[in-house]
Each structure stands twice: as structure tokens, then as C-alpha cells.
């Protein structure tokens, strides 16, 4: 990983989409900051397209494309990518969402997850979610650390279903999906990008974003992911000298000033 200060005015201007996780990568222990979100106004000013892919649920990523400064949001892991534009809200499903009653399926997950890693819960955002599963084991109280969210991983893998940590929580769903692979199917057939690769800048914190670290060459993670560096198969190309959301920004200055040289 170079110091994203080693991102050159040439990289800068083949910038087209700004795609970012939220979590600890725009936000600040769980806030969004003024200076996080004045820096997602300032990339739509310069005419950049800027697409958070979160795993947030899609009441969250509802309010998020009607009312942050973005051209799109991925959401609850790839499941879907919402738009407005021409003055609708506009929905773009993967098309491996399991169909037939995949609210039972994942209640049975909940159910032996709860049973299976004491202390753990439903994410507080669940209700605002469609598609998938969030059990909590970092966002609130009690924080329970990385060996009960691998159990919980493992525990939904073992029910056929896919799972991933984040910083906060553990999704599980069932579809042949994730962050990436909607980046790659959004970008190609939505957006009409031959080769996404040339046009992305990418954000992220933690190692649920490897997957876009390892596909997107011009890839950042703002500092908060030194302690996982050494678990990455696949680095970032860059890091930012600060943490989350300040890290975040200073970087989005970096590319701004970049552009205008
Ligand atoms: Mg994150």
C-alpha cells in the first residue's frame, strides 16, 4: 500500500465513479461527519458520479439515493442498486436473489446464530431490510470481537447461506451475489462502462472490501485498515495517512486538486 499522496494527476483524471463503503470508511465511530459529507458533495460538484456499496440495509440505501449527493447506491451487500433519476427512485435487483420464501430462510440463520454465539443479536437495522440477514456483533453494546463473528459466519455458511463481516455486523443471504459482483454487473450493463476497472476509484476500510481491493486497480483504504493489512491476500493500492472519514476526505481533496492541475 503507497501513501495515496503517490496517486498521480494522470490516475486523477481517468476518475469517473467514486464507489465507497460507508462504514468506518465515511463514517467516524458511527457518525457522518460535516466534513465526510461535504467531501461526497464536493466529488458530485466536479461532476464525478459517486456510488456508496454498503452493506446497509435498503430503507437506509432508500433515503441515501433520494437524498445524499450520489448517482447510485449499492446495497445489503449487492442485492440491489438503487437510483433516482428523471425524478424516480429506480431499483436494479440482482438476478440471483433467491426467490420463494427467503424470509423463513433466513429466520432459521438468526435462529442458530443466536443459539450458537451467545451474546450476539439482530442488527438494530434489520427491519429496513429485504434481502438479507445482519447479526450485530460490534455496532452496539456489548462488542463481542472477531472470533464471535467468525462463528457466526460459520454458522450461516454451514445453512448454504453466504456470509461476510464487516467492522460491525455479520450479513448472510442467499444469491450468487456480492459488493463486487454488482459493481461489475451495474457498471457494464447499467452504466454502459466496457471495462470498469479504468474509470473507478474505490474506498473501503475493512476486509469484507478486499473482493473491490483485489478487482479495482486504482483501489484506497482509508488507515483504520493497518491492523487487517497482514490478513489481506489483496492490499488496496493506497492508504490514507488518517482514519475513516477524515481520511476519507483529505483523500478526496488529494483527488480534486489532482484533477485540476
Ligand atoms: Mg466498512
Known amino acids: 500500500m503507497e501513501d495515496f499522496a503517490h496517486f498521480t494527476a494522470q490516475q486523477a483524471r481517468r476518475v469517473r465513479y467514486v464507489l465507497c463503503d460507508i462504514d ?12 465526510a459529507y461535504a467531501a461526497l458533495w464536493a466529488l458530485a460538484q466536479a461532476g464525478l458520479r459517486v456510488i456508496p456499496v454498503t452493506g446497509r440495509p435498503a430503507g437506509w440505501c432508500d433515503l441515501i439515493a433520494r437524498q445524499w ?22 431499483a436494479f435487483i440482482h438476478p440471483s436473489v433467491a426467490g420463494g420464501d427467503i424470509q423463513g430462510r433466513l429466520a432459521a440463520v438468526r435462529d442458530a446464530c443466536l ?6 443479536r439482530v442488527a438494530g437495522d434489520q427491519f429496513a431490510r429485504i434481502y438479507d440477514l445482519a447479526i450485530d456483533f460490534a455496532e452496539e453494546e456489548p462488542r463481542l470481537g472477531l472470533e464471535a463473528a467468525r462463528r457466526i459466519r460459520d454458522i450461516c455458511q454451514t445453512m448454504g447461506a453466504r456470509a461476510k463481516i464487516s467492522s460491525i455486523h455479520v450479513n448472510a443471504w442467499y444469491g450468487d451475489y456480492d459488493k463486487v459482483g454488482m459493481a461489475k454487473l451495474y457498471l457494464t450493463q447499467q452504466a454502459g462502462e466496457a471495462d470498469p476497472r479504468d474509470s473507478v476509484l474505490f474506498f473501503g476500510d475493512s476486509p469484507n472490501d478486499e473482493p473491490m481491493f483485489a478487482y479495482f486497480p486504482m483501489s484506497c483504504a482509508v488507515a483504520n485498515i493497518r491492523p487487517f493489512a497482514a490478513d489481506l491476500a ?3 493500492a493506497y492508504v490514507t495517512c488518517r482514519e475513516s472519514g477524515e481520511g476519507f476526505a483529505d483523500a478526496v481533496d488529494r483527488l480534486l486538486a489532482l ?3
Not at 468506518?24 to 466534513?35: E, I, M, V
Not at 449527493?69 to 429506480?90: D, K, L, M
Not at 443459539?115 to 450476539?120: N, Q, R, S
Open 24 to 35: 468506518d470508511t465515511l463514517t467516524t465511530a458511527g457518525k457522518l461527519t460535516a466534513r
Open 69 to 90: 449527493p450520489v448517482y447510485a447506491v449499492i446495497g445489503e451487500n449487492g442485492a440491489f442498486v438503487y437510483e433516482v433519476h428523471a425524478g424516480r427512485r429506480t
Open 115 to 120: 443459539a450458537g454465539v451467545p451474546g450476539c
Open 234 to 236: 489483496h492490499l488496496p
Open 259 to 261: 484533477r485540476r492541475e
